[in-house]
């Protein structure tokens, strides 16, 4: 069976960092895209990045650009997150996202995890 698996969140102060990582199992990382995902209370799901197989291409939005930085390791089947020059905007829960039918980054993903809760406050 698939499984995404996040970890790293946690409470940390504005202006502080946190590195986030997410495991996946059951098929190799190496060929389809992994989309990291962030969700507030009473706010909808946003994209916060996404790389494409073999990191051949990145994409940030805006509000992380800059800041946030994915990476792939291949060797551990993980992804990760680093968050640098956190606010109290990017409190969150943070999911992390793969899809096996394609090598793109897209909308839909097939397979994510159960969330890691971020806290950004004094």
């Known amino acids: 069976q698939v499984q995404v698996v996040e970890s790293g969140g946690g409470l940390v102060q504005p202006g502080g960092s946190l590195r986030l990582s997410c495991k996946v199992s059951?098929?190799?990382?190496?060929?389809?895209?992994i989309g990291w995902f962030r969700q507030a209370p009473g706010k909808e799901r946003e994209i916060v990045s996404c790389i494409t197989n073999n990191d051949l291409a990145t994409f940030y939005p805006t509000a992380v650009q800059g800041r946030f930085t994915a990476s792939r390791d291949a060797a551990k089947n993980t992804v990760y997150l680093q968050m640098n020059s956190l606010s109290p905007e990017d409190t969150a829960i943070y999911y992390c996202?793969?899809?096996?039918?394609?090598?793109?980054?897209?909308?839909?993903?097939?397979?994510w995890g159960q969330g890691t809760q971020v806290t950004v406050s004094s």
């Open positions: 996202a793969t899809d096996r039918r394609r090598w793109y980054c897209g909308n839909e993903y097939e397979y």
């Open positions: 059951g098929f190799s990382l190496d060929y389809y895209p």
